[in-house]
Structure formats: C-alpha cells, structure tokens
C-alpha cells in the first residue's frame, strides 16, 4: 500500500525519522485559492483537483516524506450541505488519496528517491461544523454517536489505500474513544494526534489519559499532537512516548498569532532546528507542520533532522 516504496511507514518509523508536510490551507491560499468556505481546502477536490496535486508536490520537493490527503473537513455531511450525493462525496474522499497519490508519482518522475507515502486525513467532528468547536470539544454526543459519524468515511478513505489514517487535531479524548473504535477491522494504520492547550487537550483531559487510550491499539502506529503551539509539544512529545512506548507525531503550527479583529496572522515562526532535534530526541518520529508551516518551513525540517 506504499507509494512506489519497500517497507512501510511502520518499518520507517523504527529505523528513523520520517517528516510530514505543512500546512495545506496555507499552501493553496499562497497559490491564489480563496479558501473562505465551510468546505475549506475539500471543496477544490472537485473543483481544482489539480491545485491539490501540486500543493502536495510542493511539500515533497521541500522535503516530505508523508502527504496529508485534503480530506480533513471532508464528510458525507459537509459535502450534503452542498447537495452533493453520498456516492460523488464517496468519489471525492477516494480521490483526495489518488491526489496524493499523483504527487508521489510525479515527484519520483521529477528526481525524488526516497520513499513516499500517503496520510489520509480524518478531522473531528467539530472540523464539519465549521464553527470553531474543533477547539473545543465537548459536542454533546455520545462516543457511539462520534463512532458511528466517523466511521463510514473511515471505510472510504480504508478502501482507498492510504499507507495510514491520519487521525488529527482530536481536541477531546471522548473523540480518541469513538475514533479508536472506528478505526478497528479497516486493515490500514493509523496515528492519532490530539490539538492541545499546555497539558491539556482543548476538552481539558489530561494528556497522559488521552494518550493512554492508544497504547494498547494495534491499529496505532503512532500518538501524538499537532495544530498547536510549538512550545507546547516538548512536554507533550515526553508524555506520549512514556505512556503509549510508541513512535510520538508532532506537527504543530508555526507559532504566529492570528488577530481576529485585523483578521490577519502576526509575529514570525517560532521553528528551530533545535526544537525539532528536541522533539526527534524525546521520541517523535514523525515530525512536520500544521497551520502556516508551508514548503520552506519543511526543509527547515528536514535539514534539522539531517536530510
């Protein structure tokens, strides 16, 4: 299920360190794509799908090993606002891998020889919603209600052979649960990466309780955190690895602030080589960035981690 490679990205994960894209949103919004849409970076899987191969090749060329599939804020929900029916928002959420899958192509074509491989991004719940509450948590529905909202996509995105499932930005352990749940039985890989706060995550668990939910998930290959500050992935990186023993996932944002009222990002990347050797150091393994970490930001990363 590799993209034109000979091992997994499990195999990988124990031999080294493997590094993550950037952000998409950014990387399309800086090749000209108004993004301003409940649908955000999924509604130019049926509208630009070739802006999205050539965000993906961009991050590849810069350095990643792992594309992030388009998929985050996809759903059979989402895309039936739109009107779309369930089979063509099922046609969209398998071409966000074949996309993926394409740039991996090209990229080989173009003279990159190291193994690539295909993330297909599973947001939470509140990622549909579209409404801020994919920082919050705390939705008012039960675990089984969650498990039973993700799991039809996840079967999709399954079917679609990605090397993993890219379960992201989860700000509520309760969410982990029904995800974990929903993961069982597809036959594909996945990591789990909570957004948090501190200690926390954006619910308020403990992180050492939400990471705790993974440990003994076979499916996990890696548990981790992303789309958070970069101070706040030191400690985070330090917990997953003692609680889960598995290979950490770090890709938090850059570390500037967006200002609401000027609705604008300020202050500069807050990246180091030094950071990411900390991070690689304390257990992560897989290692990239979230929002506004765009291809220059990933070979920082990948020079930091020796190329």
Not at 188 to 216: C, H, I, K, M, N
Request: aromatic share 6%; with cysteine.
């Amino acid at each position: 299920m590799t993209s034109d490679t000979t091992g997994t990205l499990a195999d990988a994960l124990s031999t080294g360190t493997v590094v993550l894209d950037g952000g998409m949103s950014n990387q399309l919004e800086s090749a000209g794509h108004d993004l301003s849409d409940e649908l955000w970076s999924a509604r130019l899987l049926a509208e630009r799908p070739e802006a999205i191969v050539e965000a993906h090749l961009a991050y590849f060329e810069a350095g990643a090993d792992v594309a992030i599939t388009s998929s985050y804020q996809a759903t059979f929900e989402g895309f039936a606002k739109r009107g779309l029916p369930r089979e063509q928002a099922a046609e969209l959420l398998c071409r966000s891998v074949e996309l993926a899958r394409e740039a991996a192509r090209r990229a080989h074509l173009k003279g990159v020889t190291r193994p690539l491989w295909v993330a297909a991004s599973v947001g939470p719940y509140g990622a549909m919603l579209a409404d801020g509450s994919e920082y919050r948590g705390r939705y008012g529905l039960s675990v089984t209600e969650l498990e039973r909202f993700h799991r039809p996509r996840l079967e999709v995105l399954a079917a679609a052979a990605p090397d993993v499932l890219a379960l992201e930005t989860v700000p509520d352990a309760d969410e982990a649960r029904a995800l974990l749940r929903a993961v069982r039985g597809l036959g594909v890989p996945a990591w789990l990466s909570y957004s948090v706060a501190g200690d926390r995550t954006r619910a308020g668990q403990p992180l050492a309780e939400a990471f705790a939910l993974a440990a003994d998930a076979d499916e996990v290959i890696a548990v981790g955190v992303n789309c958070c500050a970069p101070q706040d992935v030191d400690a985070a990186v330090e917990t997953a690895a003692r609680v889960t023993g598995k290979p950490v996932v770090v890709y938090p944002n850059s570390g500037e602030e967006w200002d609401a009222d000027a609705r604008a990002w300020s202050g500069r990347s807050r990246f180091t080589a030094e950071q990411v050797e900390g991070w690689r150091r304390g257990g992560a393994r897989l290692i990239g960035g979230c929002c506004r970490v765009g291809p220059e930001g990933i070979t920082g990363i990948h020079e930091a981690l020796g190329g």
